[in-house]
C-alpha cells in the first residue's frame, strides 16, 4: 500500500463519514430521543461496523476474483460495474428506507451496512485497491484487510468528531443549512473511479 | 433536486416555531348544490401587507363534480429528514387531495405558482380498489418512507377501513399498510409518535354508517367507532386497542406530541350518548402499555327546542359536537371546535392530563348564530369546524362545514361558507380577528379543510426534539 492509496483510501473514508446519511445524523437522533451523549457514542461502533463490513465484503468478493482471473479483465469488469452504478445513481434516486427510531445494535449494524451497499461505499474503493502483481491468496487477503482498516479509520474519525460537535454544540437545526446534496458528488467520484480502473 | 435541504422542513417543531409567517392556505371547497358542479381547492391570502389579505385568491376547479374533498395533505415534510430514510433535497410542492366521495385523489403543484396549484396528476378510483382493497380515502400524512393516507372503508363501503401508502416519486398506490390489523375493524385517523415507532389510529364508522348522514340507530346502539389503535409503525402490526367507552362515539381526530420524545397525545370523541357531552382523551404510555384517559368534557347546552332540528328537538339542548382539534408545535395550546355549539376553544395542555381552559370565541352554532364582530347583525350558521394553527402557534384559522350528508342534519338551512381567524395569546386566550373573515356565500361552496403554505401545527411530523 503506498502513500497515494492511503491518502485516497482515507479521503474516501472521510467523504463517507461526512454524509449524514452514513449514519452520523442517526447517532445524534439517537442521543437527543434519549438525552445522552453516551447513546450518541454506543450508536457510532455499529454504525461504523455495518460500513466496514459493506466495505469489506465488496473489496473481498474482488480480491477473491483476483486469485484466478488475469489483471486486466478484472480492472475493466471493475470500471465498467463501478461507472455503471454511478450511473445509476445519477438517473435513479430513491433511498433505503428500514428500521426506525428504535434500534438495537446489530439492528443498526445492518442499517448501515446497507446503507453503505446502496450508495456503493465499497465500489467506490475499488478501482484504488487494483494494484500490485501479487495474486496469492494470503498476500490479497492481508492487502483487503489493510485497505479496509485505513478507510474504516478515517470514516470512523469524521463521523464520531461530526456527531459529538454536532449533538453538544451545533445542534440539528444546522442541517437546515449544512445538509449539502451530495448525491451528485457521490455519483461523480463513482464514475470518477471507475474511469480511473479503466484508465491504469 | 435541491442543493440545501427545503427550506419548509424543520429538525424539530421547536424551530419549525420560528418559520416565516404563512402567506397562504389551501382551502378545500364542497360543492352541495348537487348539480354537476365540482368541488374546489380555494387559495386565501392571508399575507397582512397584500391588498388582497383574507380575501380568495383563486378556485381551482376540480375536474368532475361529487369528490367531497377532505383532509388534504404534502407529498413531503419535515420526516424527510428522519435519520433512518434520510431524503431532504425533495420539494414540498405538490398537495395530495382525496376525495372521500369519489375515492378520486388529485395530486396539485404549487411551486409555479402558488396562488395557483396545478392539477398534475389523478388517482382513478378503480385504481385506489384494485391495488389497495380500500376506498373513501380521507386524511393524507407525509411519512419518513411515504405518502400514507387513511381510507374509511372497502371497496363495498364496509369494514375494515384502513391505511394505504403512496410512493412519494411516483403518487402511485403501494397497498394496504397493515401487515396485521389484530381486531381492528373501524377508522378514521391516524398520526404517529416517531420517536418510538408507533402509530395511533382512531374510529368514525364505515362509508355505510355514515355517507347517508348520522344514523341514530347506530348511535343509540353505540355502534360508532369508540376505540384507540396503537400500532408498530415498523413491523405494521397492531399493538393495543385503547377503548375510550362506547358512551363516547365516534373518536376522531389525533394529535400526538410534535416531540418525539413525549409519549402523549390528544383525541376527541364527538359526542356521548349519556349526555350529549363532547370529550377530549388524553392518550400517553404508561410501563409500557398506551392508556387513555378523558381529561376535558364540554357539555351540552340548553336550548329553546324551537330553535333546534328535529333529532335535537327532544333533547332541548345543543351538543357541542367536537369535530377538530388542533396541536401548538410546542405542544403547549389544544383548539377545540365545537360545531354544534359555535365555539372554538383553546386549553392550555402544557400538562397533559390536565388540561386548562384559556381561552374561547364564538361564531355560528346551531342554537347561537353569533355573528362574526367583522360583519355584526350578520347571524352565522354552521359553526368552528376544521382549524389550523400557524406554525408559531399564534394564529388559528376555521373554517364551518363538516360533511355533506352531516351539514344537512345539524344546519338543515344549508351552511353558508365561511373561515375566520383567531388570534393566540402567550396564555393562550383567543381573541377573534374582526379583519379576516372570508365569506364563501357568493361562492355558494362550503369550505372543510385547511392547509397553510409551508406547513401548519397538523403537516409534519418530526424526528429531533
Not at chain 2, 348522514?213 to 376505540?227: F, M, N, Q, S, T
Not at chain 2, 346551531?366 to 362574526?372: K, N, S
Request: proline fraction near 7%.
Amino acid at each position: 500500500m503506498d502513500l497515494t492509496q492511503v491518502l485516497v483510501l482515507a479521503g474516501f473514508g472521510a467523504f463517507h463519514g461526512l454524509n449524514p446519511a452514513m449514519g452520523w445524523l442517526f447517532a445524534v437522533a439517537l442521543g437527543l430521543q434519549e438525552r445522552s451523549r453516551r447513546a450518541v457514542l454506543a450508536a457510532l461502533p455499529p454504525i461504523v461496523l455495518g460500513h466496514a463490513g459493506s466495505v469489506l465484503v465488496t473489496l473481498a468478493l474482488v480480491a477473491a476474483v483476483r486469485t484466478s482471473a488475469p489483471p486486466k479483465p478484472v480492472s475493466y469488469a471493475v470500471a465498467a460495474l463501478v461507472c455503471g452504478f454511478g450511473v445509476w445513481k445519477l438517473l435513479r434516486r430513491r433511498h433505503p428506507r428500514w428500521v426506525g427510531m428504535r434500534v438495537t445494535g446489530p439492528q443498526l449494524a445492518g442499517w448501515s451496512f446497507l446503507m453503505a451497499t446502496a450508495h456503493g461505499a465499497g465500489l467506490m474503493l475499488l478501482p484504488v485497491t487494483l494494484t500490485g502483481h501479487d495474486r496469492a491468496a494470503l498476500a490479497l487477503s492481508g492487502q483487503t484487510l489493510a485497505f479496509a482498516g485505513v478507510h474504516t479509520l478515517a470514516m470512523l474519525t469524521v463521523t464520531a468528531t461530526l456527531a459529538v460537535v454536532v449533538y453538544e454544540k451545533l445542534g440539528v437545526s444546522v442541517l437546515r443549512r449544512a445538509w449539502f446534496n451530495l448525491d451528485l458528488a457521490w455519483a461523480v467520484a463513482l464514475i470518477g473511479a471507475g474511469a480511473f480502473a479503466a484508465l491504469t | 433536486m435541491l442543493i440545501q435541504p427545503d427550506p419548509t422542513f424543520y429538525p424539530s417543531a421547536r424551530e419549525a416555531m420560528r418559520a416565516p409567517r404563512e402567506g397562504l392556505a389551501y382551502v378545500a371547497l364542497l360543492d352541495t348544490g348537487g348539480e354537476g358542479r365540482p368541488d374546489g381547492l380555494a387559495t386565501i391570502d392571508l399575507d397582512p401587507e397584500s391588498p388582497g389579505y383574507g380575501t380568495v385568491a383563486g378556485v381551482h376547479d376540480m375536474p368532475v363534480p361529487g369528490d367531497e374533498l377532505h383532509h388534504f395533505g404534502w407529498n413531503v415534510c419535515s420526516a424527510a429528514l428522519c435519520p433512518y430514510a434520510p431524503h431532504p433535497h425533495v420539494e414540498r410542492r405538490y398537495l395530495v387531495v382525496p376525495g372521500l366521495r369519489s375515492s378520486r385523489v388529485y395530486i396539485f403543484d404549487v411551486k409555479d405558482d402558488p396562488a395557483r396549484p396545478k392539477l398534475v396528476k389523478t388517482i382513478e378510483p378503480e385504481t385506489i380498489f384494485e391495488r389497495t382493497g380500500y376506498s373513501r380515502p380521507h386524511t393524507v400524512h407525509c411519512g419518513t418512507d411515504a405518502i400514507y393516507v387513511s381510507a374509511l372503508g372497502d371497496v363495498n363501503g364496509d369494514a375494515p377501513g384502513g391505511v394505504f401508502m403512496l410512493d412519494h416519486d411516483t403518487f402511485e398506490p403501494l397497498g394496504q399498510w397493515e401487515a396485521d390489523r389484530g381486531p381492528q375493524r373501524l377508522h378514521y385517523d391516524f398520526w404517529w409518535h416517531l420517536g418510538h415507532d408507533t402509530m395511533i389510529s382512531s374510529e368514525w364508522g364505515t362509508p355505510n354508517m355514515i355517507e347517508a348522514g348520522p344514523d341514530l340507530g347506530l348511535l343509540v346502539g353505540r355502534k360508532y367507532g369508540h376505540k384507540l389503535h396503537a400500532w408498530d409503525l415498523r413491523k405494521r402490526t397492531h399493538l393495543q386497542e385503547i377503548d375510550l367507552g362506547d358512551q363516547h362515539q365516534m373518536a376522531l381526530e389525533l394529535r400526538p406530541s410534535h416531540d418525539p420524545t413525549k409519549t402523549y397525545g390528544f383525541v376527541n370523541t364527538v359526542i356521548s350518548v349519556e349526555d350529549l357531552s363532547a370529550n377530549i382523551f388524553t392518550w400517553y404510555l404508561e410501563d409500557g402499555a398506551w392508556k387513555a384517559k378523558k381529561t376535558i368534557t364540554i357539555p351540552a347546552e340548553p336550548a329553546d327546542p324551537a330553535l333546534l332540528p328535529e333529532p335535537l328537538k327532544q333533547f332541548g339542548a345543543v351538543p357541542p359536537l367536537v369535530s377538530d382539534i388542533s396541536l401548538t408545535l410546542d405542544d403547549r395550546i389544544l383548539l377545540v371546535s365545537a360545531w354544534g355549539t359555535g365555539e372554538l376553544l383553546a386549553f392550555d395542555v402544557s400538562d397533559p392530563l390536565n388540561p386548562r381552559q384559556t381561552g374561547s370565541v364564538r361564531v355560528g352554532g346551531i342554537a347561537g348564530r353569533d355573528a362574526h364582530p367583522g360583519t355584526p347583525g350578520t347571524a352565522r350558521n354552521g359553526g368552528p369546524q376544521m382549524v389550523e394553527v400557524s406554525r408559531d402557534g399564534r394564529r388559528a384559522y376555521f373554517t364551518n362545514s363538516l360533511y355533506r350528508s352531516w351539514d344537512d342534519v345539524f344546519y338543515p338551512d344549508g351552511i353558508a361558507g365561511w373561515m375566520a381567524k383567531a388570534d393566540i395569546g402567550e396564555d393562550g386566550s383567543l381573541a377573534l380577528d374582526p379583519g379576516f373573515l372570508v365569506d364563501f356565500a357568493a361562492d355558494g361552496r362550503r369550505p372543510h379543510q385547511v392547509r397553510l403554505q409551508g406547513g401548519d401545527s397538523s403537516s409534519d411530523s418530526f424526528c429531533y426534539p
